[in-house]
């Protein structure tokens, strides 16, 4: 069963630093792109940063130039290490597939990992 379990995030200060963590349980993970994507109450969730199968790499305007997205296909992990933060970085943030994985004709989601951004 396919489950994406995040983690690492807090509170942190502007212009602060935080890195978080995925794992991808149950998937063939070398043959997917994978992206981190956040939601903040009453947005549609979005793409912040992905990473093909083949390791190239994209980020949204908002977050290009301070965030950095990477993968362990050995370990089935992707990371990402955020710089910079601004408390419009305020976030829930979560791992998936890119596109998002479905199951049941429904898009499958972690819980996810709250980052705020204050100070």
């Known amino acids: 069963q396919v489950q994406f379990q995040a983690s690492g995030g807090g509170l942190v200060q502007p212009g602060g630093s935080l890195g978080l963590s995925c794992k991808a349980i149950g998937l063939n993970f070398r043959i997917y792109g994978v992206g981190w994507y956040r939601q903040t109450p009453g947005k549609e969730r979005e793409l912040v940063a992905g990473?093909?199968?083949?390791?190239?790499?994209n980020y949204s305007d908002s977050v290009k130039g301070r965030f950095t997205i990477s993968r362990d296909n050995v370990r089935r992990r992707m990371s990402l290490q955020m710089n910079m933060l601004e408390p419009e970085d305020t976030a829930v943030y979560f791992c998936?597939?890119?596109?998002?994985?479905?199951?049941?004709?429904?898009?499958?989601w972690g819980q996810g990992t709250q980052v705020t951004v204050s100070a």
């Open positions: 998936n597939t890119q596109p998002p994985y479905r199951r049941d004709d429904r898009e499958l």
């Open positions: 990473i093909t199968s083949d390791g190239v790499t």
